[in-house]
């Protein structure tokens, strides 16, 4: 990236004008434009005009825009920031206030005008525009059937390719199908790797499989060059670094980098520090979870205390919409280099950063274990839960333990499902073991006049699913789950239906 100017008055207010070159700018640019910034750039505005003949001509007509940023998107696949906003600067073409879309593109200069910019954006713009702090790494991560050639720089990482291959197994007395399928895999990387590998910016090449696919590939890579006289593969051949890795997808990456091997190789790299850091709070949680904190509450808090040694935070909470947030983040990593600790501040677009961001995008590590002074993870709990309870459907909870803290569970007899005891739905049902319509010919061939039908007594449990499904039990309305008196039970007596209890009430 090229700085063009830089303006900036006491009030940390003023501009900057920029003209990104690389596709990795791209991405610093995204996360330099916030909402409420000014950018001033040109664009192409489709321009229609009425002659006296009434006929109408469109031409399009380019045009110097300033937009008050509300919203910015970053296309990685065409390498471009598409910034929407108002306009603030009226022209002929362009009425004020109105909306607009601004193309950032590579080779394509603006001006960035913000009413104040912190130290982190100028730390972003002057990585970006140092061209000897860039350390370029490529991966080739495969297994059998399966490659991603990947370029891994300090902020990002890019699938170049993904390869994919149908590799039949191997038969029992024959092997060439799968041998003719190997070859086309291994020919097909190594393809993509003289593609899209530039060695001449390139200071490693990592090549990761399980098994010893790796190896294979790494010598039929040599074997093809020395064929073809590839005098390039041939004199970078120190540059590949040949690794183990658990498959051949892209989250294999996170693994490699934490290996000791290319750790080693890579160690004057950025995102070398940001793997061992990252690698080094996972051992520290489990270790020792005292001094191992993630969440802006628990790291907020220890900022506060002085305690943070190390501090880890996403740029993608840099970009929030909340103005008070942003400022709060910036002064965490203010205050922790201050006080003398370390703030790494991980991309998005990185493996260590999408790791980063499953722990809520920000994590630390502390000089010492504050036991007293920090809240735990289990007192954040308890609070919330008395803050904020949730609402109760039924007084039981839909149980009738009476107390006792665990309740033998039962199988439903529909669909076999564990249910607990208390909770399952229980009906007794008792029916003669011989159906009504095959009665009456047994009475006509038996030898006795009188005889009786013995009958067959099940004790049957549902689970809710079940019952309610097979209109067992019915979902009561609202008002009606506040009636907790039994249902009424019905009796029989000389055919006619009974409800216990009423006579005695009469």
């Given at each position: 990236?090229?700085?063009l100017?830089?303006?900036?008055?006491?009030?940390?207010?003023g501009?900057?004008?920029?003209?990104?070159?690389?596709?990795?700018?791209?991405w610093?640019?995204?996360?330099?434009?916030?909402?409420?910034?000014?950018?001033?750039?040109?664009s192409?505005?489709?321009?229609?005009s009425?002659?006296?003949?009434?006929?109408?001509?469109?031409?399009?007509?380019?045009?110097?825009?300033?937009?008050?940023?509300?919203?910015?998107?970053?296309?990685g696949?065409?390498?471009?920031?598409?910034?929407?906003?108002?306009?603030?600067?009226?022209?002929?073409?362009?009425?004020?206030?109105?909306?607009?879309?601004?193309?950032?593109?590579?080779?394509?200069?603006?001006t960035?005008?913000?009413?104040?910019?912190?130290?982190?954006a100028?730390?972003?713009?002057?990585?970006?525009?140092?061209?000897?702090?860039?350390?370029?790494?490529?991966?080739?991560?495969?297994?059998?059937?399966?490659?991603?050639?990947?370029?891994?720089?300090?902020?990002?990482?890019?699938?170049?390719?993904?390869?994919?291959?149908?590799?039949?197994?191997?038969?029992?007395?024959?092997?060439s199908?799968?041998?003719?399928?190997?070859?086309?895999?291994?020919?097909?990387?190594?393809?993509?790797?003289?593609?899209?590998?530039?060695?001449?910016?390139?200071?490693?090449?990592?090549?990761?499989?399980?098994?010893?696919?790796?190896?294979?590939?790494?010598?039929?890579?040599?074997?093809?060059?020395?064929?073809?006289?590839?005098?390039?593969?041939?004199?970078?051949?120190?540059?590949?670094?040949?690794?183990?890795?658990?498959?051949g997808?892209?989250?294999a990456?996170?693994?490699?980098?934490?290996?000791?091997?290319?750790?080693?190789?890579?160690?004057?790299?950025?995102?070398?520090?940001?793997?061992?850091?990252?690698d080094?709070?996972?051992?520290?949680?489990?270790?020792?979870?005292?001094?191992?904190?993630?969440?802006?509450?628990?790291?907020?808090?220890?900022?506060?205390?002085?305690?943070?040694?190390?501090?880890?935070?996403?740029?993608?909470?840099?970009?929030?919409?909340?103005?008070?947030?942003?400022?709060?983040?910036?002064?965490?990593?203010?205050?922790?280099?201050?006080?003398?600790?370390?703030?790494?501040?991980?991309?998005?677009?990185?493996?260590?950063?999408?790791?980063?961001?499953?722990l809520?995008?920000?994590?630390?590590?502390?000089?010492?274990?504050?036991r007293?002074s920090l809240?735990?993870?289990?007192s954040?709990?308890?609070?919330?839960?008395?803050?904020?309870?949730?609402?109760?459907?039924?007084?039981?909870?839909?149980?009738?333990?009476?107390g006792?803290g665990?309740?033998?569970?039962?199988?439903?007899?529909?669909?076999?499902?564990?249910?607990?005891k208390?909770?399952?739905?229980?009906?007794?049902?008792?029916?003669?073991?011989?159906?009504?319509?095959?009665?009456?010919?047994m009475?006509?061939?038996?030898?006795?006049e009188?005889?009786?039908?013995?009958?067959?007594y099940v004790?049957?449990?549902?689970?809710?699913?079940?019952?309610?499904?097979?209109?067992?039990?019915?979902?009561?309305?609202?008002?009606?789950?506040?009636n907790?008196?039994?249902?009424?039970?019905?009796?029989?007596?000389?055919?006619?239906?009974?409800?216990?209890?009423?006579?005695?009430?009469?």
């Amino acid at each position: 990236m090229k700085q063009l100017g830089r303006h900036i008055e006491k009030d940390s207010s003023g501009y900057v004008r920029l003209q990104p070159e690389e596709p990795e700018d791209m991405w610093h640019i995204y996360n330099l434009v916030a909402p409420g910034d000014r950018i001033k750039a040109s664009s192409f505005r489709k321009v229609q005009s009425e002659s006296s003949t009434g006929s109408v001509a469109s031409q399009r007509v380019r045009v110097t825009l300033t937009l008050a940023v509300e919203d910015a998107e970053f296309d990685g696949t065409a390498n471009q920031v598409l910034v929407k906003g108002r306009n603030t600067e009226e022209n002929k073409y362009v009425k004020l206030g109105q909306y607009h879309t601004l193309d950032l593109t590579l080779d394509k200069s603006f001006t960035l005008i913000k009413d104040e910019w912190d130290s982190l954006a100028f730390e972003r713009i002057d990585a970006a525009c140092n061209v000897a702090k860039r350390a370029e790494v490529a991966a080739v991560v495969l297994q059998e059937g399966l490659a991603n050639v990947c370029l891994l720089t300090e902020h990002m990482t890019v699938v170049r390719q993904r390869i994919e291959v149908s590799v039949p197994r191997k038969r029992r007395g024959s092997s060439s199908n799968h041998d003719k399928a190997v070859a086309r895999f291994f020919d097909q990387v190594y393809q993509a790797v003289l593609r899209h590998i530039d060695f001449a910016v390139i200071k490693c090449v990592l090549v990761a499989s399980p098994g010893f696919l790796k190896d294979q590939l790494f010598e039929y890579m040599i074997s093809e060059a020395v064929r073809t006289e590839n005098r390039v593969l041939i004199e970078n051949k120190a540059k590949f670094l040949v690794s183990h890795c658990s498959s051949g997808h892209k989250h294999a990456l996170t693994e490699l980098l934490q290996d000791p091997g290319v750790q080693a190789r890579l160690s004057d790299t950025k995102f070398a520090g940001e793997t061992r850091a990252l690698d080094r709070f996972h051992r520290m949680l489990q270790d020792d979870p005292e001094r191992a904190y993630y969440g802006a509450a628990h790291v907020l808090h220890a900022a506060n205390l002085g305690a943070i040694d190390t501090l880890m935070i996403a740029d993608a909470l840099f970009r929030s919409n909340d103005v008070k947030l942003r400022k709060k983040y910036i002064w965490l990593v203010h205050h922790v280099r201050r006080n003398g600790g370390t703030a790494l501040i991980y991309s998005s677009m990185h493996v260590t950063g999408e790791q980063l961001n499953n722990l809520t995008g920000i994590a630390a590590i502390l000089s010492f274990p504050r036991r007293r002074s920090l809240p735990t993870l289990f007192s954040v709990l308890i609070r919330r839960k008395k803050a904020s309870t949730m609402t109760q459907k039924r007084r039981n909870n839909g149980r009738s333990k009476h107390g006792r803290g665990h309740v033998k569970p039962v199988r439903c007899s529909n669909c076999r499902r564990c249910c607990p005891k208390d909770k399952a739905i229980k009906r007794f049902i008792i029916r003669p073991m011989i159906e009504a319509a095959a009665i009456r010919d047994m009475k006509e061939a038996s030898v006795y006049e009188e005889f009786v039908v013995p009958k067959l007594y099940v004790k049957i449990h549902y689970c809710i699913s079940c019952a309610i499904h097979a209109h067992i039990v019915r979902v009561r309305s609202a008002e009606g789950r506040r009636n907790r008196a039994p249902p009424q039970r019905f009796r029989y007596k000389d055919g006619k239906k009974i409800v216990p209890g009423a006579e005695k009430k009469n």
